[in-house]
């Protein structure tokens, strides 16, 4: 189909994701097929204790990532980007943004990657029978009201990063499905929060001098598919330097990178489940059926279509891989190498390919942040090696890469003794872009096929663009029936089954990350 001709006549929808390390918007067809792209790379900072990114940093990413994408349709097609069909946000889920009743932030953004809330996380999945981990949004806000948090008595309303985004450019203050299930608990059969922890959470609050109700103060719960609003003038300022986006533009609702990874990969569906592997690794599993008890390990969210899903979230997956990218690519400048840092990405998972299953003996700890999954409230990164292992380039690469999928396996474990049944795995993100690797250890690690699809690399933005599309053209049809028959109709897709060896060779590397866990809390006591 014509592309250029879809976009003169606004026969796209646009997809924006926030990722931990990487905002991206991908512009695709009423046919599905990716347009344009455009991104803006930004970095998460420390700042008196947690970690965030600046309001300033929010705006600017959104502008330029936008105006990357405009540049690129117009350097490709020579057309200006002033009619879209339908837009929709996404982005990291969790954390907290507070506001007062005139719209100014009360404290910096705290994303999910802290793990300061564990008084409030303790409590509420006490007292609500259900696991509230410290980075989702209701622990967050009740960790500031139970610790007396100056900011608490101006709340006005509270909300995620996707949450805000969206309610500047619509002035509808609402999310997804996929995205409220990471703020509080959702009730399946009625497609919003759960009406009785709802109460609890109130009563709770209300004891420790919070006057104001949770309906009042978290963001309202759409479904996929419904309408969330429409860009407005001031959106378009917001997001589009150049003004020529025209007003009116209707909205999907924004969901959470969890959910948008599900539609990416097609696996929304019961006993269908993706891998999410950047800066942070998830697997989510749409469950036939409730888990028999509550796994602190294990959150319980939603598609964003409203069924329930199983998810183990990590928190650390490719940073520290990205980290010796960097080293690794300066080293080869010093030697006067003019290589892209993708082509040292390449040999990096080249020649983890090629080293021993064991990886020599290694064991390295990719703890950027807390790790929840094993317990850490903070991380070190840390490499660990005998005097007598196989210390080679090949078999460090691969130490690295087991390293990002250890905690996977280990809440992994916790669903395979609920007898869950998969029978499609797929994985999307940075960890699957060279070609089989990443896969063949995915697949050892959890012995099971794993499969990725041409589209994986475009991952959560192309799922959000999907989820605007199906807004405007899903045509009573469910999400499931829209994504299989119109989306993923032909989708070309690469399937890795577990190969005996390199199972031998993770279990053996897994175990001594498991011995070795108390020598990464000793350096976590240790270096501050």
């Known amino acids: 189909m014509d592309k250029k001709l879809l976009i003169e006549s606004g026969r796209t929808a646009l997809g924006i994701e926030f990722g931990s390390t990487r905002v991206k918007a991908v512009l695709i067809g009423e046919d599905c097929e990716v347009i344009s792209s455009g991104s803006y790379e930004w970095e998460n900072q420390l700042l008196d204790g947690y970690w965030t990114y600046s309001l300033d940093e929010i705006h600017t990413a959104l502008r330029t990532c936008y105006s990357n994408l405009r540049k690129d349709v117009n350097e ?25 009743k005139n719209g100014k932030l009360l404290t910096p953004f705290r994303t999910w990657r802290n793990t300061t809330t564990e008084k409030a996380s303790a409590e509420l999945t006490e007292k609500l029978s259900f696991n509230i981990p410290q980075r989702w949004t209701a622990s967050h806000l009740y960790e500031a009201i139970i610790d007396g948090e100056a900011h608490v008595p101006e709340i006005a309303y509270v909300t995620t990063l996707v949450g805000y985004i969206h309610y500047m450019l619509t002035g509808v203050n609402a999310v997804g499905i996929g995205e409220a299930s990471g703020i509080f608990p959702i009730d399946s059969t009625k497609n919003d929060y759960d009406e009785n922890m709802v109460g609890i959470f109130d009563r709770l609050t209300e004891e420790k001098g919070f006057t104001k109700k949770l309906r ?3 963001p309202k719960v759409l479904l996929a598919g419904e309408n969330a609003g429409y860009l407005t003038e001031k959106g378009v300022n917001m997001l589009d ?55 602190p390990e294990i959150d319980m969210v939603t ?64 703890y950027y ?76 690690a959890l012995d099971c096929d794993v499969s990725v699809m041409k589209t994986a690399g475009e991952g959560g933005p192309y799922g959000m663009a999907l989820l605007a599309l ?43 990350y498991k011995d070795g866990l108390s020598a990464e809390a000793e350096a976590v006591k240790s270096i501050k």
């Open 76 to 100: 490709k097609y020579g057309v200006s980007l002033k009619k879209i069909g339908a837009i929709g946000i996404s982005g990291m889920m969790h954390g907290y943004m507070a506001f007062d």
């Open 216 to 218: 009042e103060v978290f």
């Open 241 to 295: 330097e150049s003004g020529e986006l025209e007003t009116g533009i209707p909205f999907a609702p924004g969901e959470g990178d969890a959910g948008t990874g599900m539609v990416a990969t097609n696996s929304v569906r019961v006993k269908t489940g993706n891998i999410s592997a950047g800066t942070s690794v998830f697997l989510m599993l749409v469950l036939e059926k409730a888990l028999s008890k509550v796994y």
């Open 303 to 366: 598609t964003p279509s409203g069924k329930p899903v199983a998810m183990v979230h990590c928190n650390n997956c490719t940073s520290d891989i990205n980290a010796w990218g960097g080293i690794l690519h300066s080293f080869a400048s010093l030697l006067g190498s003019d290589a892209k840092k993708g082509r040292v990405y390449d040999l990096m998972y080249e020649a983890a390919s090629k080293a021993d299953y064991d990886c020599g003996g290694l064991v390295s700890y990719n």
């Open 369 to 444: 942040s807390g790790e929840p999954v094993t317990g850490f409230k903070e991380g070190r990164p840390l490499l660990i090696r005998t005097p007598d292992c196989k210390f080679t380039f090949e078999n460090f690469m691969l130490c690295e890469l087991y390293s990002a999928m250890a905690t996977l396996r280990i809440g992994f474990e916790l669903l395979k003794d609920e007898e869950v049944s998969v029978e499609e795995l797929y994985g999307h993100g940075g960890f699957y872009i060279y070609p089989g690797v990443g896969q063949s250890i995915t697949a050892a």
């Open 470 to 512: 199906y807004s405007i053209m899903g045509e009573g049809k469910t999400l499931e029936d829209f994504l299989r028959e119109k989306a993923f109709r032909d989708a070309e897709c690469l399937t890795v089954s577990p190969d005996e060896e390199r199972k031998k060779g993770f279990n053996s590397f897994l175990e001594r």
